[in-house]
């Protein structure tokens, strides 16, 4: 079955009582038992819902792995990653990876004592100096948030399988539609189904997939016991823009490639972060493992003048100021104040988010008027 195919099809039934074609929204806290324990599958909501196991069927599909779960963000989906671990284990991740990762990780995770090491990911040898009897996770965005930083899978995976470490792939930025971490060997799947698979702004929820059964089992015990559950009508709204990913990643890629090289060419325009370009340093791997460059990119502006930053972010028309990212409307985000605040700024220049860098979602409006308002907008600084 193709993509396309999927995206509307994969793991959705018709209602049985009614023949309804979209699935119910199943808005029920309980489920009515025959007798004490002898239940359909379903005997409270928190542990499972109809709709949600539509969606993560289809989620599932999406990247080729033999199970799927959904929680009510990104972030809870993360956690649940982080409650497998134990004080004294070790993770190995990226050095510009989300801000809320980062926090998470720091926060958090390391004050019950789990350690991670923050490395520049390109190189993937780098990882091996990082590895040892300790080391349970090797966790990595790519294309990374917010400096589109490409990391090569198969590579990492192949470290991975023989150092015997789990490793996860965040794959926000991407989307199933782009890149399948799992056929890379990547052992789990981490989305923010918020940005691209919800596609229109209007639902928080994370998912995770994975082919490895004892993975599953354990992270379904973790999302029931500790509740971080999607509701019914969130998984409804996911399961509606699912059916459009293929559609919408098209046009945000065709989008973000005009964009990107508008960009480029512009005389105040300085650096442009965006994988698609042939001298960008993970351009080769991309093109390997991606089947397409995406709408997301940063750029900064020449001059590096933080002020001058701030005034085109605060002048968009038809981009919106705003955090996140996926939805059919463009978005403009200011990282070290945005999405990366809760990372010290020392440590954000050493990965490249400089206090100027400026973040595109690129939406599906007409590219003409995107570039139009970036024109106007650049007229001003």
């Given at each position: 079955m193709k993509f396309g195919t999927k995206a509307i099809h994969a793991g959705v039934h018709p209602d049985p009582s009614t023949g309804a074609i979209m699935t119910p929204i199943y808005q029920t806290s309980t489920y009515v038992q025959e007798s004490p324990g002898n239940h359909k599958g379903y005997?409270?909501?928190?542990?499972k819902n109809p709709t949600r196991t539509q969606?993560?069927?289809?989620?599932?599909?999406?990247?080729?792995a033999k199970h799927g779960l959904c929680f009510s963000s990104g972030m809870g989906a993360i956690d649940a990653v982080m409650k497998m671990l134990k004080?004294?284990?070790?993770?190995?991740t990226g050095d510009d990876i989300y801000g809320g990762s980062y926090r998470i990780f720091t926060k958090v995770y390391a004050d019950f004592g789990i350690k991670f090491h923050f490395i520049d990911l390109y190189d993937a040898t780098q990882v091996k100096k990082y590895l040892n009897e300790n080391t349970k996770l090797i966790w990595v965005e790519t294309p990374t948030n917010p400096t589109m930083k490409i990391v090569d899978i198969a590579a990492i995976s192949a470290i991975a399988k023989s150092a015997g470490v789990m490793f996860a792939v965040d794959n926000t930025f991407a989307s199933p539609y782009l890149q399948n971490p799992l056929?890379?060997?990547?052992?789990?799947?981490?989305?923010?189904a918020t940005k691209y698979l919800g596609g229109h702004s209007d639902v928080v929820m994370g998912a995770l997939c994975t082919n490895d059964t004892a993975i599953h089992e354990k992270?379904?015990?973790?999302l029931n016991s500790c509740g971080a559950n999607p509701g019914p009508?969130?998984?409804?709204?996911?399961?509606?823009?699912?059916?459009?990913?293929?559609l919408r990643m098209k046009a945000h890629c065709e989008n973000g490639r005009a964009v990107?090289?508008?960009?480029?060419?512009?005389?105040?325009?300085?650096?442009?972060n965006w994988p698609g370009f042939e001298d960008h340093p993970g351009y080769a791997i991309a093109k390997k493992q991606m089947r397409d460059f995406g709408g997301m990119l940063s750029f900064t502006l020449k001059s590096g003048n933080y002020d001058a930053a701030m005034t085109l972010a605060s002048s968009m028309e038809i981009f919106s100021l705003a955090e996140s990212l996926g939805g059919v409307e463009s978005l403009i985000g200011h990282?070290?104040?945005m999405t990366h605040a809760s990372i010290p700024r020392e440590e954000r220049l050493k990965a490249g988010v400089e206090d100027g860098l400026l973040r595109l979602s690129i939406g599906v409006e007409d590219v003409e008027d995107l570039i139009a308002d970036l024109e106007q907008a650049l007229a001003k600084v």
């Open positions: 005997a409270y909501a928190r542990g969606l993560e069927a289809n989620i599932a599909a999406l990247e080729n004080p004294g284990d070790e993770v190995v056929d890379l060997g990547a052992d789990l799947v981490m989305h923010s992270l379904a015990f973790i009508q969130d998984c409804f709204l996911v399961l509606r823009g699912i059916k459009t990913l293929h990107a090289h508008y960009l480029r060419q512009h005389p105040k325009v300085g650096l442009v990282p070290a104040s």
